[in-house]
């Protein structure tokens, strides 16, 4: 089946560091969504990239999305302590369009 | 605000005990979602309503079951809890299935004792 998985699993960085993950579907997505779930809540949507080679900006935040449509990345700017949290990209799969959760990455910032 | 709420917030049962937790929704989407997720992995999703049309995942025990009595609510039932249900379940809306922006309720986390 569509597996989508996600490196690093776990990233340590400090305060003002740059961040990056990295998703990767076994098969070609109409669309990459990334949502972000503080640790004890529950995933909040971020964006949503459709179109191959995409690349959109949220203040700090980079997502782009690969020219095959199977790969994405979250590259975040100058990390801050609001942004520790598990981030997870997600596409639509099966034969119901369901959406499949990569397998994640936590991020822990060091003050 | 349009949100999705699930109660409770906090559920203990006891082992195979039936425990139904709740799910409503004021965004009027025509999809609702129930994921399981445990500690340090990602939400699994069990079945999906899209209007009155109930998807089922393959490998959704049937100790699961779910109901969608309007647009407005969901139900997930479990009708033997076992240890290992316990876990962070998740109700999302979305327009339509895979649609952009699945809202998610806070989530109702299971205690099987």
């Known amino acids: 089946g569509q597996q989508v998985m996600q490196i690093p699993q776990y990233q340590h960085v400090q305060e003002g560091e740059d961040f990056t993950t990295y998703c990767n579907s076994s098969t070609t997505l109409s669309n990459i969504q990334w949502y972000k779930q503080r640790p004890g809540g529950h995933p909040v949507f971020l964006i949503q990239l459709v179109k191959s080679g995409e690349v959109k900006k949220q203040k700090r935040l980079t997502f782009q999305f690969g020219e095959a449509k199977k790969n994405s990345s979250l590259h975040i700017t100058a990390t801050q302590t609001t942004d520790v949290g598990t981030y997870f990209c997600?596409?639509?799969?099966?034969?119901?369009?369901?959406?499949?959760f990569g397998t994640g990455t936590l991020l822990a910032v060091q003050p | 605000d349009a949100m999705v709420i699930q109660n409770p917030r906090y559920q203990v049962t006891q082992f195979g005990k039936p425990v139904t937790l709740s799910c409503s929704q004021t965004?009027?989407?025509?999809?609702m979602y129930w994921y399981q997720q445990k500690s340090s992995q990602a939400p699994k999703l069990l079945f999906h309503y899209y209007d009155k049309d109930f998807n089922n995942e393959a490998d959704t025990p049937d100790n699961f079951q779910s109901r969608r009595p309007n647009t407005s609510f969901c139900f997930l039932d479990i009708r033997s809890p076992g240890l290992g249900d316990a876990a962070m379940y998740l109700c999302?809306?979305?327009?339509?299935?895979?649609?952009?922006?699945?809202?998610f309720g806070s989530g109702t986390r299971l205690t099987v004792v």
């Open positions: 999302a809306t979305s327009r339509v299935p895979g649609g952009a922006g699945y809202t």
């Open positions: 997600a596409g639509p799969g099966g034969a119901t369009n369901k959406l499949i």
């Open positions: 965004l009027n989407h025509n999809v």
